[in-house]
């Protein structure tokens, strides 16, 4: 009997692109294909490559480059780039790196077993189109396997924001959200197999308009179904717009008990001068006035937020804006960058702020970021969460969850077990986690 084929997959970027992975994994699983612990194991190595950060293009290059050695010793070595770098780059990605056997674009992955068989008879493959046929349904029958007690599942891709600084609607495309039932389905194939909480993904997943058995569902219609599988204990969603958050979906937070108390809710700039040139389509003020009404319905709620420095004619005055929303929201958590190049977005095209003060700038914020999001996890001493745990920790006898406000929770010498879900007081504060006791 032969030994099975071995595929390394590498995944960069977003939650998104690990469910991308996954869903690669499976779809290559039916050709015969196992899981490689490294490159140098592999007969199929995938890069599913993100364009967000700057230079993602010529990172990439510069990983296919050290595997050279590699395809030299095993000629039979099958690379393959997935993911929007391969999506922006399509066929130049061969031009440059003659090692690469298959280009795959993020909208036809499940196209992937017959692009592998192509390889194999040695052609290249090459698939960027943005297909009419739904992957999510050609790779809907998943292996039952266990899983882990926590799971990402993709509800809805794509965007129509064109957002001054943003590559996603060129790799992307345009806003699509899946059928309600098939989610609803997928959630409870999960939970069968072991997982009791989902993050649903989309690049604006709250502009979800899925097609429900009465016209489309909202976002928060979605949550209220899934809230009704018997074994699924926590729900979250990421990534939202603030021109998305509806009524509804507002009244969820403080009315859907398994609805999470944690929201990553983007907003960029404080400067409304720099939130018209990025093409946001909110205010800063209509921004705060919305965490406002989060807040009222449900006023534990963790913020969690993005922004970027240094865009393009950021002055002074701009910068400081930011600071003072970020001193009113107070954040739990927050994602902050200077700003990198695009090419292709409008704002590529326009003058840059100088590379030090960007710097300085991202400092600054990342400061007052960092003590705010010390402060509230620094105030959980005393209090009692729900930990559901997923791994043992790095040490002995410890083990590792998450509470309901996503804090990484540990506990020591305690009888619990991956999957668990247990109220545990929170005794101590960390650099970037919470210690406790079970209750």
Known sequence: MSEPKKLFIKT?????????????????????YVEAKSADDADMILLNTCHIREKAAEKV????????GLKAEKPDLKIGVAGCVAQAEGEEIMRRQPLVDLVVGPQSYHRLPEMEAKTREGEKALDTDFPEEDKFEKLKNRPKAKRGPTAFLTVQEGCDKFCAFCVVPYTRGAEVSRPADRIIHEAQDLVERGVREITLLGQNVNAYHGAGPNGD??????????????????????????????????EAHGTCDKLMPYLHLPVQSGSDRILKRMNRSHTAESYLRLIERIREARPDILMSGDFIVGFPEETDEDFQATLNLVEQVKYGYAYSFKYSTRPGTPAAERPQVEPEVADDRLQRLQAMITQHQREIQDSMVGRTVRVLFEKPGRLAGQMVGKSEYLHAVHVTNADVATGDLRAVKITGSGANSLAGELI
């Open 12 to 32: 960069y970027g977003c939650q998104m692109n690990v469910y991308d992975s996954e869903r690669m994994a499976e779809a290559l699983g039916g050709q015969g």
């Open 61 to 68: 290059y510069s990983e296919l480059g050290r595997f050279k």
């Open 217 to 250: 569902m909202t976002l928060a219609g979605l949550i209220w179904e899934l809230n009704k599988i018997d074994g699924l204990e926590r729900i979250r969603f990421t990534t939202s717009h603030p021109n998305d958050m509806s009524d509804d979906l507002i």
